[in-house]
């Protein structure tokens, strides 16, 4: 057989199909992530996907709760933004209460742009970070690759979020920023509770931490390095960003 004719290790190795990815991201990681280390770093179905449960729970939420109420609930969480409030004449407070709920709806219904922004911003800091510190050698359209499929978990909390509105939860009671018990701070009452508690409590949150383990491991995947040094790039920055808040938190009270 001459060289022609003898296919190369990575042509003999198919690629997987987005709906493959997505699958392997929740049991086989791996998987999902060595393919995108081969080259194949297509991210739009599981953007598809956020799109669509992000809007599944902005329907229970326009449905069920109410935009109004659910920004009124935030009001009443947070003691200074009531003062603030309250020194204001009734036609102003109409006017900053049209204002919030017109931007939490062009939020929810523009989310896949602020999605693909914010997953831009986060694969740069992170593609320097593994690359310039700890030697990889990853490309920007791997890490953001990485970064959608790493972010699937989310969909899980949102639809538990859905499925919590639609179980009954009380209007008056729902927290627009927590809106799934998957963090110590859903079950804390977030007016009595120290601020910066708070801020902590719901950070160790548990699909966020399974996201960010995948996160580290599809990142040193791609980077080529060891795992640990993905664990240390993601983890570190996740807890900066964790302490700039709980601390921020603990300055306002």
Not at 226 to 250: D, P, Q
Request: net charge positive; proline share 4%; aromatic share 10%.
């Amino acid at each position: 057989m001459s060289e022609l004719e003898i296919p190369s290790a990575a042509a003999s190795v198919a690629g997987l199909t987005q709906i493959q990815r997505v699958t392997d991201t929740f049991v086989a990681p791996s998987k999902t992530f060595e393919d995108i280390k081969r080259g194949n770093r297509s991210w739009w179905m599981p953007l598809i996907i956020a799109a669509l449960a992000s809007y599944m729970l902005f329907g229970a939420i326009t449905q069920k709760i109410g935009m109004t109420q659910a920004l009124e609930n935030q009001i009443r969480m947070n003691p200074k933004a009531q003062e603030k409030l309250s020194e204001l004449t009734p036609d102003q407070r109409a006017m900053q209460a049209k204002i919030a709920t017109i931007s939490t709806q062009v939020i929810f219904l523009a989310s896949p742009i602020f999605s693909v922004i914010a997953a831009a911003i986060a694969s740069l800091v992170l593609l320097g970070t593994i690359n310039f510190i700890f030697g990889g050698k990853a490309k920007f359209s791997a890490v953001m690759a990485v970064w959608f499929y790493a972010w699937l978990p989310a969909v899980i909390k949102v639809l538990l979020g859905v499925i919590v509105i639609y179980a009954g939860e009380a209007p008056e009671s729902f927290n627009i920023k927590n809106f799934a018990p998957t963090n110590a701070g859903a079950f804390l009452d977030p007016v009595e509770t120290n601020k910066a508690l708070y801020v902590l409590a719901t950070s160790l949150d548990a699909v966020t931490l399974w996201m960010l383990v995948l996160l580290s491991i599809g990142i040193a995947t791609v980077a080529g390095v060891k795992r640990s040094s993905g664990y240390i790039a993601v983890f570190g920055w996740w807890a900066v960003i964790t302490l700039v808040g709980v601390g921020w938190a603990a300055i306002m009270g």
